[in-house]
């Protein structure tokens, strides 16, 4: 198999592109200053000149703030951008695997999210991401869409800097108080798991949406507490509102949604958040230690 991967440098883009590498399979790693999806030409051109069988696009723009005082530019990105990326896989015969949001809903239910829940975005981000499922579903027949959840990873999210973790870790060693919302339920999910599955889902031909993160839910405040618990750190951590941070940008009270589907498949089960986690801080205490540094977790 040859994979074309646009966003190799991001946060989940990085663990895919360990994963494909590790499996054998033939990658053409697209970093984010390589190739602006906005451009259709330059879209169709890469595409072409590479004749990948399989194109796995996590160009994004995701900083929420920025998408509510640049709609324009999150939905050339997150809608046309899709659109270029599926109409070359279309014309190029290649499958594509483009990535969508839980911010495509609007966070009011209280069970987990199925495929077939009409979805009621509340930002902008929401809005620029579903209609990039539209373009890509119109577009395309041999797609895999997936919408995830709660992402951390050790690249960290392009663009960011840093991720949930990351930032927890830091604030607890810098000792200050620490304030963590518990009215925001999720499931967070571990790129590298995510990864994994990915990987295995392309050798299929179970074209179509998935719903795809890791197992069980909890609050935000809930998942700093097992940060710390599993870190081994104390921290001056205590839980909050939403109300309690005013912004721009309105986030799903609610973002779990069921795996069943993807369950369904046979290719095995995601891990529960809690181990992912585990794995995660295991995986950052390895690689400092490789760097020679010391960490808290």
Not at 179 to 206: F, G
Not at 284 to 294: D, K
Request: net charge neutral; aromatic share 8%.
């Amino acid at each position: 198999m040859k994979v074309l991967l646009i966003g190799a440098n991001g946060q989940l883009g990085t663990d895919l592109h360990s994963v494909l590498r590790n499996r054998g399979v033939e990658v053409r790693p697209i970093v984010e200053p390589e190739l602006d999806v906005r451009d259709a030409g330059a879209v169709t051109a890469l595409v072409g000149s590479t004749l990948p069988e399989v194109v796995i696009n996590t160009a994004a723009f995701h900083q929420l703030e920025q998408c509510e005082k640049q709609p324009t530019t999150a939905f050339e990105v997150n809608a046309l951008g899709a659109r270029n990326v599926a109409a070359a896989c279309r014309q190029h015969s290649a499958v594509l695997v483009h990535f969508s949001t839980d911010y495509v809903f609007d966070g009011a239910k209280r069970s987990p999210y199925v495929e077939t829940d009409s979805p009621t975005p509340v930002s902008a981000y929401g809005v620029s991401k579903l209609s990039g499922e539209h373009m890509v579903a119109y577009t395309t027949r041999r797609y895999f869409l997936i919408r995830p959840c709660g992402l951390f990873g050790l690249a960290g999210p392009f663009g960011k800097g840093s991720n949930f973790v990351e930032n927890m870790l830091k604030k607890a060693v810098d000792g200050a108080p620490i304030r963590v919302v518990d009215d925001q339920i999720l499931t967070p999910t571990y790129t590298l798991a995510l990864a994994d599955k990915i990987v295995q889902l392309i050798s299929t031909e179970a074209y179509g949406l998935y719903h795809l993160s890791c197992e069980g839910q909890c609050s935000w405040y809930e998942f700093a507490c097992k940060i710390f618990e599993l870190a081994g750190i104390q921290s001056n951590l205590s839980p909050c509102k939403t109300a309690d941070f005013p912004s721009s940008v309105t986030r799903p009270a609610y973002s779990v949604m069921s795996k069943a589907k993807f369950n369904s498949l046979g290719l095995g089960r995601m891990p529960a958040w809690e181990e992912a986690l585990a794995q995660y801080l295991q995986a950052r205490r390895s690689n400092h230690a490789a760097r020679g540094c010391t960490v808290p977790a």
